[in-house]
Structures are given as structure tokens and as C-alpha cells.
């Protein structure tokens, strides 16, 4: 990656980025980032091969033909690191090695030869907001005395009052309950405070520590000497917070992962700097250390990428995340939490558009992920569902399951066709919903534990996925083992009883995969057609017009071939909650 890739821009002023010309301002650089089309895969649900009931990496090698086929560019592979798995992965205990639960490193040097073999880039998921309680940092740093610099190399602080029993502060965990958790001393006496975002066993790293910023600068390293294509990055708006750490409470009740959906309370684009974030995201500080790490990956050969997992409000607030010398993407949540609705729809993509444009930076979208409910669900619930929440048997405005497939396949398919790069999740290609009637007792995520019970979590979403309608557990493995229990109704979703079936929502996927390609939407841009009225979004990418109807009445079809079409389409009339991709006849 080469800076002079990138055009030596820092981000406009608000009156400027307003005046930006309407139609999209095509990303530069020819990076393969910029317009991959890049796959999710979550190791624990995606394919075992030792029967276990947790999924692992020879079982992703196995399956990867399958993702070629597809028509997918890279994967992204969730934590696989040695962990103790409070956090599926996202508490780690040792960056530098697998986790015996998905393999060895000789396992994942074989999955990124092979790969590579099917020309497939591989992204891992770094975690560098927090450890887990388990690493061998943090346990020095609880053996060490106050004030020693094992601990300074997390959030340790002195409680208030008398005998410092009271909290440094009033944070609240995103998981739920106190973000400050005390430690017993080795002689049994109560210590201090230390931080953690998310649950108690995944602490603070203390990010002002520059012996922090070293380590991982070799973690980055030692990936990139194996071969990994670059990292996807967690929290990548949490490690730096507020001096002083001053209380803090938030607008709604309980913490969450920070902005994304607010881009409706703005009008027009506004200045980053009037939205002011909590105490301990999206500090100004965390740019540095993206500075530091894009120097990191332009010492590497072939375009490695970064990607932002940063929850920050509005748009052009995120674009300062992939100004020229920091990050490549950020994950675009402002598009994600969108209502199925055309007019926030098509000012969400025109404001992706600006914001990322501003800094030569290309959009991103991304519809589902192991944190949300799955968008087959989710763009039918008809009561709100705040991120990380999670719907279960008792959750209110559960949606109905047609409707939810039938404006997923939509939304995808207008998704496919936006320029920029496109993140999807694994088992979205099969049109799979959130499993909403998983029992209690099967619930993993902490956010179930930490909120007694109050919030179902995110184990809806991560539920093994189906290969073959009838092998036990769908094909996840030969055992019929399931860290989460699958549905019973979930064989007309499995991988075999879509494949060559026209119209199934696997053949949707491969289809648009591969006239996307054809057509080089990624590198193309956004030229909106107005003609069909407010509930509709039309859009002309290069040669392919993109038409989905968002409204209740059908609405008649220009003269076009119809090359890709989210549902079938009789007469000349595109119906509800359906996408369609039409070339000049
Ligand atoms: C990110 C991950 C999520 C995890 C959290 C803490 O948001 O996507 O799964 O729980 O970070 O690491």
C-alpha cells in the first residue's frame, strides 16, 4: 500500500463537504479493498471437522471451495486466538498462537495457502482495545504492586471514598453492569479498580503506555510475516478515553457500542466536532495510533488492509478513521441500521458516499454480522431492538419470517450493487434468520449473564450454519454436536437444497456476485434515477440500472433486460420489497 495511492487530502470543512457533486465521487487507488466483496466467516459456527460441536480452521480449509464459488473476493475470520472464551474469541489470551479449540498454526498456515490457492484474500480480527484476564500480561500486572508498570500497561485506578471502596467512575459496561471490577491483593486485601468496556474478564489495555503500542506492532507483524491480507479491527474507536475519566451517563439507559443510526438527527452533513462521543469513545488520540499501524502494513508487499470496527456518529466522524494515512475502510453501521424505508435509504448512501469520498476512502456495506440481529429478521421487527440486545421467545414485534427474507433478498441485492466494498456475514447467502427460540439455557453471549437475563445477547445470530438438509447438524460436522442448539425447521436453508435451485437465495447471491463483477459495479458510482416515485430507490451504476421498490403499490418496469431480480417478477411491474437489475435492451 503506497500513500501516493491515495490523494493528499485531509477532510474538507462541513461547507465544503456539503457542496460535494450529488453524483459519487469514485474512490481512488486500484487496491483490491476497495470493491471486494468480503465474507465473514465466524470460526466457531462455521464448519467442525473434529466433531466437537465448535467449529475450527480445518473445517473452514474444507469449505472454502464453497466461498470461491460463491463469488466472494476475501474472508474475514473472527478471533481464532488462544482464548478462554468468555467472549467467543474476543478475550485473548495469547495473539501470537491458535486456540487449541480451532487448530494449530500449521492449520492456518494451510488455510491461507489454500486460500490463496482459490485466490481468496484472508483478514484476521485483531482485538487490541482489551485482553483477556488470562493473558500472561494482565496476570503479571495483578501480581505486581499499585503503581508498577505491568500495571500500567492496563486502566488500573484507586477507588474513591475512605477504603477506595467506591468506583473510579460511573461507566457502564456495553455487556451490562459496571465497567470497573476490583481486584483482591495477593495478601487477600482489597486493591484497586481496573477498566473494562465489556466484561470483567476482558481488562483495558492501557493504549497512553507506548510498551503497549510495541507489542502490538509485532502481533501485526508476525500475521503479516505469515501472509495474512490484513486485519479487521475491533473497537477500533475505544482505546483511547477521556483524561481523567470524568462520569459519564449516557442518553439511553445501559452503554452501547457508541453512535451509528444518528445520522437522522443531522441535518444535512454536519461537523464531526459538534457531536460530541462518550468519555471513552472515539477519542481524537486513537488516530495516532493508526497512523502508526498504517506504517506497519506499508512496510508489506500487495495492499494489505485495515478495517475499522469503529461504532461513531455521524458518517464524516467515520471517515476520519480512513483519512489517506490511516485506516482502509470502516465498517459502514449508519447504512446497517437504516430503516427499510427510501428516503433514509437513499440519503444514507448518498452521505456514505460524501463522507468517505472526502477522504478518497471507499464506502463500505455491510447488512449483517455476529454482533446484530440477522438483517432476514431484523428488516421485519416491528418493535425496536437496540444493537447487542438480541430478540428471544419473549421479545416483542418479532417479524414474520417471509416478509424478513423477502426484504433481505432486496436489500442485498441493492447492496451488491452500491461502488465501494461489501461485507457480508456467513449464512446470509442462505437467507437464514436469527434463531429467536433458542432456550435459555443454551445462551453463551455475557451480555444474557451480565444483564441477568434482561438482554437475550447476540447467540441468535451464531448459530452453527446448515450444509446439507439432512446430515445431523445440517453438515456443521459428522457428530450432530452444536455449541448452540440448531433449529429444527432449518433444512430448506442448507447449503445443498439450494444449490442449482433458480430463484433460491444461494443462486440470488452467486448471480449478483458475478454480474457484479462482470459489470464492475465495485469500482463504479451512484447516479440516482428518479422517476418512480418516493418509496422506490433507483440508482444507475455504470450500464446496470438497480430499481427496489420499497412501497406497498407495484411499480412498472422500465424497458430493460432484467438480469437480476430479488423475487420473480410476472408482467412489467416490480412488487413490494423487491430489487431488480435491469441492462438497456
Ligand atoms: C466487538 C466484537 C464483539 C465483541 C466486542 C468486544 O464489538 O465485534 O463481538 O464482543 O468487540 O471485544
Known amino acids: 500500500m503506497t500513500l501516493e495511492s491515495a490523494p493528499d487530502s485531509v477532510v474538507p470543512a462541513a461547507p465544503e463537504r456539503a457542496e460535494l457533486p450529488k453524483a459519487m465521487i469514485t474512490a481512488t487507488g486500484d487496491e483490491w479493498w476497495r470493491s471486494a466483496v468480503i465474507y465473514q466467516i465466524y470460526p466457531r459456527s462455521f464448519a467442525d471437522s473434529d466433531g466437537n460441536g465448535i467449529g475450527d480452521l480445518k473445517g473452514i480449509t474444507h469449505r472454502l471451495p464453497a466461498l470461491a464459488e460463491l463469488g466472494v473476493d476475501a474472508i474475514w ?44 484474500k484472508v483478514i484476521a480480527d485483531m482485538v487490541p482495545n482489551h485482553t483477556s484476564d488470562q493473558h500472561v500480561w494482565f496476570q503479571a500486572a495483578l501480581a505486581a504492586p499499585e503503581g508498577s508498570p505491568e500495571r500500567d500497561r492496563y486502566m488500573f485506578r484507586d477507588g474513591k471514598g475512605p477504603n477506595g471502596d467506591i468506583m473510579p467512575n460511573n461507566w457502564e459496561s456495553v455487556f451490562g453492569g459496571p465497567m470497573w471490577e476490583r481486584v483482591i491483593n495477593p495478601d487477600g486485601s482489597k486493591g484497586q479498580w481496573y477498566l473494562h468496556i465489556f466484561d470483567k474478564s476482558q481488562p483495558d489495555l492501557n493504549w497512553e503506555n507506548p510498551w503497549v503500542r510495541e507489542q502490538f506492532f509485532g502481533i501485526l507483524r508476525f500475521w503479516l510475516d505469515r501472509g495474512v491480507d490484513g486485519f479487521r479491527v475491533d473497537v477500533a474507536h475505544g482505546m483511547i478515553k477521556e483524561a481523567g475519566l470524568p462520569d459519564y451517563t449516557p442518553p439511553e439507559e445501559g452503554a452501547s457500542m457508541g453512535g451509528a443510526a444518528a445520522t437522522d438527527l443531522i441535518p444535512g452533513i454536519a461537523d464531526p466536532e459538534v457531536v460530541p462521543d462518550p468519555p471513552y469513545w472515539g477519542q481524537p488520540g486513537v488516530h495516532e495510533i493508526w497512523r502508526g ?36 475502510q470502516a465498517f459502514n453501521f449508519a447504512y446497517m441500521f437504516t430503516d427499510w424505508k427510501a428516503k433514509p435509504l437513499r440519503r444514507v448512501i448518498q452521505e456514505s458516499i460524501d463522507a468517505f469520498a472526502g477522504v478518497g476512502a471507499p464506502s463500505t456495506w455491510v447488512l449483517s454480522n455476529h454482533d446484530v440481529v440477522r438483517h432476514a429478521s431484523r428488516l421485519a421487527l416491528t418493535a425496536d431492538s437496540p444493537q447487542g440486545a438480541g430478540i428471544g421467545p419473549n421479545s416483542p414485534g418479532k417479524p414474520d419470517p417471509a416478509v424478513g427474507l423477502r426484504r433481505a433478498r432486496a436489500a442485498t441485492s441493492l447492496m451488491l450493487a452500491l ?14 434468520p436469527e434463531d429467536m427460540e433458542l432456550p435459555d439455557s443454551a445462551r453463551q453471549d455475557p451480555t444474557w449473564f451480565r ?19 439432512n446430515s445431523p447438524a445440517y453438515g456443521f460436522n459428522d457428530s450432530g454436536k452444536s455449541w448452540l442448539p440448531q433449529p429444527k425447521d432449518w433444512a430448506p436453508y442448507a447449503r445443498d437444497a439450494q444449490e442449482g435451485v433458480p430463484g433460491s437465495t444461494l443462486e440470488m447471491y452467486k448471480a449478483a456476485l458475478s454480474l457484479r463483477s462482470v459489470h464492475g459495479l465495485g469500482t463504479g458510482s451512484v447516479e440516482w434515477v428518479t422517476d418512480y416515485g418516493k418509496k422506490v430507490v433507483a440508482f444507475r451504476n455504470g450500464d446496470v440500472t438497480v430499481i427496489t421498490n420499497l412501497g406497498k403499490v407495484a411499480v412498472e418496469l422500465p424497458v430493460g433486460e432484467i438480469v437480476l431480480s430479488s423475487e420473480e417478477i410476472v408482467g412489467g411491474a416490480l412488487p413490494t420489497d423487491t430489487t431488480v437489475w435491469l441492462l438497456p435492451s
Open 419 to 432: 461502488p465501494g466494498s461489501s461485507y457480508l456475514y456467513q449464512g446470509e447467502e442462505l437467507g437464514l
Open 451 to 469: 444483564t441477568n437475563g434482561e438482554k437475550y445477547g447476540r447467540d441468535g445470530c451464531r448459530v452453527p450454519i446448515p450444509w446439507e438438509a
Open 77 to 120: 475470520l473472527s478471533p481464532f486466538f488462544k482464548s478462554p472464551q468468555k467472549d467467543a474469541g474476543y478475550d485473548v489470551a495469547d495473539y501470537c498462537d491458535v486456540d487449541p479449540l480451532f487448530g494449530t498454526l500449521d492449520d492456518f498456515d494451510q488455510l491461507l495457502e489454500a486460500a490463496h490457492g482459490l485466490g481468496l
Open 293 to 328: 499501524w498504517h506504517e506497519v502494513l506499508a512496510e508489506y508487499e500487495g495492499d494489505r488492509v485495515l478495517c475499522a470496527e469503529a461504532w461513531v456518529d455521524p458518517l464524516t466522524k467515520v471517515a476520519l478513521w480512513v483519512r489517506p494515512d490511516e485506516m482502509s
